[in-house]
C-alpha cells in the first residue's frame, strides 16, 4: 500500500499539502452530513466539531489553539464591551494573524511548497472580526445612517458560544473559506429566509451542482500538474532567464502569474463543492429575462470568476472576480467605513484595503509591493474609463478598441506586478520588476499623471446636471 510520502511524491507536492488537500476534500461529505443533523443546537455543535477535527488532521493540535485564541477575542470583547467589540476584535485579531504570520515565516512556507495553518487563520480572521462589528453595529439605532450591507448583517442578539464555534469552524470551510457572514450562516442553520423549506421557491437539490464543483476541481488540479512543470517561479532568478530577450522574459512571467492562479481555484472550487452540497451555497433564485424560469444562484459559494479574471475588461472588476468574498469584505469592513456617508471613496480609502489586504497575508516586502502596484492600477483603470467615457456612444467600434485597450493594460500590469506576490523577497522581486523595465508598475503611474495633467472636457450629462442646479 502506497505511504503518505509516496502518495506525495507521485502528486509532486509535500506531505503537508497532501494532508491539507485529504482534509479539505473529507470536507465535503462532513458537509453533506451536516443536512442530517436534527436541528439547529446539533448543527451548530457538529460544524464545530468537524471543522476543529479537520484542522487537527491537516495541521495538528496547534492549530485549534491558535483558532480557539482568535475565536474568544471576539467573543469576549462582544460580551465584555459592546460599544466597542469590532475595532477591539479588528485589532486584537489581526495582531495574532501577524504574530503567527511571523512566528511560521508562512510566506516562505507556501513559497517552497508547504502547508501551515495561517491560510485557515487569515479566513478566520475576517470571520471573527465581521461578526463582533456585526454586532456592534446592533446598537446603532439612526437607519438613516446605516450603509445597505450594515443593515442587513448587523446583530441584535449575541449568538450562543455553540453557534459562534459552528459559524467559525463550519465543517472546515475555514480552511480555504470563502468568508461568509454570521446572519447568513444563523439562519441557514436555522432553516430561515430563503433557506426556508415552507418558502415560495424552497432550496433545490444540491447534488448536481456539488459534483460539477468537484468536476471543476479536479479538471484544475490537471491543468496545474501540467502547468507547474513547465513554468516555475524560481527560473526568474536563473542566468539563462536573464539571456532571454524582453518579450520572452516578460511572457514567462505572465505564465508564471498564470500557473500559479490554478492553486486556488483547485481550492475554491473543491471549498465551492463543500458549502453547495450542504446548502449553504445557495443564494436565492433568479432569471435572466422575463420570459425564461427562475434559476438557482450559488454565488454564495462562488469565490473566483475564471473568465473575467483571465480576460478582464478592466483593473477596477478584478476584486469583484478574484477572492471575490474577501472583496466584499475589504469593501463592507474598510472601504466604505473609511468614506463618510454621501460621500465617495477615493484613493486614500482604495489604499487603506489594499494595505490591509496585504497585512492580512503577510509581513513581506512582495506582498506589501503588490499590494500596493494594485492600487496604482486600479487608480489607472479609473482614468481610462474617463478617458472612455468621451467617446460618443454611436461608435461602437471605437468603444470595443478602448475597451480592449483597458483589457490589455490590466492583463500586463496585474501579471507582471503580481510576480512580487509569488517571490515575496524584495531584491528577488526587484530583479524581476527591472527585467521588464517595471512595466507593471511605471505604465499605471504615466496613466495616472497624464489624467492629471490632461484636463478632459465635461461631459454634456456633467453640463446639463450643473446647469440643473
Same mark, same amino acid.
Given at each position: 500500500?502506497?505511504?503518505?510520502?509516496?502518495?506525495?511524491?507521485?502528486?509532486?507536492?509535500?506531505?503537508?499539502?497532501?494532508?491539507?488537500?485529504?482534509?479539505?476534500?473529507?470536507?465535503?461529505?462532513?458537509?453533506?452530513? *451536516?443536512?442530517?443533523?436534527?436541528?439547529?443546537?446539533?448543527?451548530?455543535?457538529?460544524?464545530?466539531?468537524?471543522?476543529?477535527?479537520?484542522?487537527?488532521?491537516?495541521? /495538528?493540535?496547534?492549530?485549534?489553539? $491558535?483558532?480557539?485564541? @482568535?475565536?474568544?477575542?471576539?467573543?469576549?470583547?462582544?460580551?465584555? %464591551?459592546?460599544?466597542?467589540?469590532?475595532?477591539?476584535?479588528?485589532?486584537?485579531?489581526?495582531?495574532?494573524?501577524?504574530?503567527?504570520?511571523?512566528?511560521?515565516?508562512?510566506?516562505?512556507?507556501?513559497?517552497?511548497?508547504?502547508?501551515?495553518?495561517?491560510?485557515?487563520?487569515?479566513?478566520?480572521?475576517?470571520?471573527?472580526?465581521?461578526?463582533?462589528?456585526?454586532?456592534?453595529?446592533?446598537?446603532?439605532?439612526?437607519?438613516?445612517? @446605516?450603509?445597505?450591507? +450594515?443593515?442587513?448583517?448587523?446583530? +441584535?442578539?449575541?449568538?450562543?458560544?455553540?453557534?459562534?464555534? /459552528?459559524?467559525?469552524? %463550519?465543517?472546515?470551510?475555514?480552511?480555504? /473559506?470563502?468568508?461568509?457572514?454570521?446572519?447568513?450562516?444563523?439562519?441557514?442553520? =436555522?432553516?430561515?429566509?430563503?433557506?426556508?423549506?415552507?418558502?415560495?421557491?424552497?432550496?433545490?437539490?444540491?447534488?448536481?451542482?456539488? !459534483?460539477?464543483?468537484?468536476?471543476?476541481?479536479?479538471?484544475?488540479?490537471?491543468?496545474?500538474?501540467?502547468?507547474? !512543470?513547465?513554468?516555475?517561479?524560481?527560473? @526568474?532568478?536563473?542566468?539563462? $532567464?536573464?539571456?532571454?530577450?524582453?518579450?520572452?522574459?516578460?511572457?514567462?512571467?505572465? @505564465?508564471?502569474?498564470?500557473?500559479?492562479?490554478?492553486?486556488?481555484? !483547485?481550492?475554491?472550487?473543491?471549498?465551492?463543492?463543500?458549502?453547495?452540497?450542504? /446548502?449553504?451555497?445557495?443564494?436565492?433564485?433568479?432569471?435572466?429575462?422575463?420570459?425564461?424560469? +427562475?434559476?438557482?444562484?450559488?454565488?454564495?459559494?462562488?469565490?473566483?470568476?475564471?473568465?473575467?479574471? =483571465?480576460?478582464?475588461? %478592466?483593473?477596477?472588476?478584478?476584486?469583484?472576480? *478574484?477572492?471575490?468574498?474577501?472583496?466584499? *469584505?475589504?469593501?463592507?469592513?474598510?472601504?466604505?467605513?473609511?468614506?463618510?456617508?454621501?460621500?465617495?471613496?477615493?484613493?486614500?480609502?482604495?489604499?487603506?484595503?489594499?494595505?490591509?489586504?496585504?497585512?492580512?497575508?503577510?509581513?513581506?516586502?512582495? $506582498?506589501?509591493?503588490?499590494?500596493?502596484?494594485? #492600487?496604482?492600477?486600479?487608480?489607472?483603470?479609473?482614468?481610462?474609463?474617463?478617458?472612455?467615457?468621451?467617446?460618443?456612444?454611436?461608435?461602437?467600434?471605437? +468603444?470595443?478598441?478602448?475597451?480592449? #485597450?483597458?483589457?490589455?493594460?490590466?492583463?500586463?500590469?496585474?501579471?507582471?506586478?503580481?510576480?512580487?506576490?509569488?517571490?515575496?523577497? $524584495?531584491?528577488?522581486?526587484?530583479?524581476?520588476?527591472?527585467?521588464?523595465?517595471?512595466?507593471?508598475?511605471?505604465?499605471?503611474?504615466?496613466?495616472?499623471?497624464?489624467?492629471?495633467?490632461?484636463?478632459?472636457?465635461?461631459?454634456?450629462?456633467?453640463?446639463? #446636471?450643473?446647469?440643473?442646479?
Amino acid at each position: 500500500m502506497m505511504t503518505m510520502d509516496e502518495f506525495a511524491q507521485v502528486l509532486g507536492i509535500s506531505v503537508g499539502v497532501l494532508r491539507y488537500l485529504l482534509c479539505f476534500l473529507a470536507s465535503i461529505p462532513c458537509s453533506w452530513l *451536516w443536512r442530517y443533523m436534527p436541528n439547529a443546537t446539533t448543527r451548530h455543535l457538529y460544524a464545530a466539531v468537524t471543522g476543529a477535527l479537520l484542522s487537527y488532521f491537516s495541521f /495538528g493540535a496547534i492549530s485549534n489553539v $491558535y483558532f480557539a485564541m @482568535l475565536m474568544l477575542v471576539s467573543y469576549v470583547s462582544m460580551l465584555v %464591551s459592546r460599544r466597542h467589540c469590532g475595532s477591539i476584535t479588528f485589532v486584537l485579531a489581526f495582531a495574532l494573524l501577524v504574530t503567527c504570520h511571523v512566528m511560521y515565516m508562512s510566506g516562505d512556507i507556501w513559497k517552497s511548497g508547504g502547508m501551515d495553518s495561517t491560510g485557515a487563520m487569515m479566513v478566520l480572521t475576517l470571520k471573527v472580526t465581521s461578526a463582533a462589528i456585526n454586532y456592534q453595529d446592533g446598537l446603532i439605532k439612526d437607519e438613516d445612517s @446605516l450603509r445597505s450591507a +450594515q443593515k442587513k448583517y448587523r446583530l +441584535q442578539d449575541l449568538p450562543s458560544p455553540i453557534a459562534f464555534a /459552528g459559524y467559525c469552524l %463550519s465543517c472546515g470551510t475555514h480552511l480555504a /473559506g470563502p468568508v461568509f457572514e454570521i446572519k447568513d450562516y444563523m439562519d441557514w442553520t =436555522e432553516d430561515k429566509g430563503i433557506w426556508s423549506p415552507t418558502a415560495a421557491m424552497p432550496p433545490p437539490s444540491p447534488y448536481k451542482f456539488a !459534483i460539477f464543483a468537484v468536476f471543476k476541481g479536479f479538471l484544475y488540479m490537471a491543468i496545474y500538474r501540467y502547468l507547474m !512543470i513547465h513554468f516555475v517561479i524560481h527560473k @526568474l532568478s536563473e542566468p539563462e $532567464y536573464l539571456e532571454w530577450g524582453f518579450w520572452h522574459r516578460a511572457g514567462y512571467q505572465y @505564465l508564471c502569474a498564470f500557473t500559479a492562479r490554478w492553486k486556488y481555484y !483547485i481550492v475554491w472550487s473543491l471549498s465551492e463543492a463543500s458549502m453547495i452540497i450542504s /446548502g449553504f451555497g445557495f443564494s436565492g433564485w433568479t432569471k435572466a429575462s422575463p420570459s425564461q424560469e +427562475q434559476q438557482p444562484k450559488w454565488t454564495r459559494a462562488q469565490n473566483v470568476d475564471i473568465l473575467r479574471v =483571465e480576460l478582464p475588461k %478592466s483593473a477596477v472588476d478584478i476584486p469583484q472576480y *478574484w477572492n471575490i468574498h474577501v472583496g466584499i *469584505w475589504l469593501r463592507h469592513y474598510v472601504y466604505e467605513r473609511l468614506t463618510k456617508k454621501g460621500e465617495k471613496p477615493g484613493f486614500m480609502q482604495l489604499l487603506a484595503a489594499q494595505v490591509t489586504s496585504a497585512v492580512w497575508h503577510g509581513l513581506y516586502a512582495g $506582498y506589501m509591493l503588490f499590494f500596493g502596484n494594485t #492600487v496604482f492600477m486600479i487608480a489607472g483603470a479609473r482614468v481610462l474609463y474617463r478617458w472612455q467615457k468621451l467617446i460618443p456612444e454611436n461608435a461602437a467600434l471605437a +468603444q470595443h478598441l478602448f475597451t480592449l #485597450v483597458n483589457g490589455i493594460y490590466t492583463i500586463v500590469v496585474i501579471n507582471l506586478s503580481c510576480i512580487a506576490f509569488l517571490v515575496l523577497d $524584495y531584491a528577488d522581486t526587484m530583479a524581476a520588476y527591472r527585467s521588464v523595465y517595471y512595466i507593471g508598475t511605471s505604465i499605471p503611474i504615466l496613466i495616472i499623471i497624464l489624467g492629471s495633467v490632461i484636463k478632459l472636457p465635461r461631459t454634456e450629462r456633467k453640463l446639463r #446636471v450643473k446647469k440643473e442646479e
